[in-house]
């Protein structure tokens, strides 16, 4: 069965640090692959999302994250964070031929920037 | 813009009752997803509907049904509550393969 992998619970930064996060998962076939934020109080939104092509996905709010196949990795990244990037951050997983909405979710890291 | 609704935002029940949920999908959106996020855990996969028929099915419990109505907007109808169920149930909403589109979440607990 896939699975998802997120290797930190809970990260914490000042501003202006960097930022990586892992997201490793399990799956043989072909994958999309989505990042999600949730900010506190607020609904998960989509950050930056893989389908095929250029392995380094742009999202948005700075956020880049980069597919290397041969890890089975998806690791998010922000050169520079920001106070209101405080959120919890989501890894998904989907089978290239599933429907739209059958993701798999890693269980998530919570990003605390500190002012 | 317009956004996913949930109603109601928060619900309390007992073991054993009902609980239905109810998800308002973003106009013109053909597609309906359910989401179950206990606490502390990733959100995993229960159901969606397409164009009111059922799409895709995930670990959706049997105790629990779903359906899409006329006017899009969906229902999840929970019965025989455990207290396992206590969660926060997401729905999203989506058109064709755009990227889905997540509600507030309703936040269930059961005592």
């Known amino acids: 069965a896939q699975s998802v992998s997120q290797h930190n619970h809970h990260v914490i930064l000042s501003e202006a640090a960097s930022l990586e996060l892992g997201c490793n998962y399990s799956?043989?076939?072909?994958?999309?692959l989505f990042w999600y934020v949730q900010y506190p109080g607020q609904h998960l939104q989509l950050l930056l999302k893989y389908f095929s092509g250029d392995p380094l996905v742009k999202g948005i709010k700075g956020f880049e994250a980069e597919f290397i196949k041969s890890k089975f990795s998806f690791n998010l990244r922000k050169p520079s964070v920001q106070w209101s990037d405080t959120a919890e951050y989501f890894c998904a997983v989907k089978d290239y031929g599933g429907s739209q909405g059958n993701l798999i979710f890693g269980k998530g890291t919570k990003l605390s920037v500190k002012p | 813009a317009a956004g996913v609704i949930q109603s109601p935002r928060h619900l309390i029940k007992e073991k054993r009752e009902t609980a239905t949920l109810k998800c308002y999908p973003i106009?013109?959106?053909?597609?309906v997803y359910w989401y179950q996020q206990g606490p502390g855990q990733d959100p995993q996969f229960l159901i969606s509907?397409?164009?009111?028929?059922?799409?895709d099915k995930g670990s959706i419990p049997d105790r629990f049904s779903a359906q899409q109505f006329s006017d899009y907007h969906s229902e999840l109808n929970m019965s025989s509550l455990e207290l396992g169920d206590s969660a926060l149930y997401f729905c999203?909403?989506?058109?064709?393969?755009?990227?889905?589109?997540f509600g507030n979440g309703t936040r269930l607990t059961v005592t």
């Open positions: 999203a909403s989506s058109l064709e393969n755009s990227p889905l589109h």
């Open positions: 799956y043989g076939g072909t994958v999309n």
């Open positions: 106009p013109r959106h053909d597609t």
């Open positions: 509907f397409y164009e009111k028929m059922q799409s």
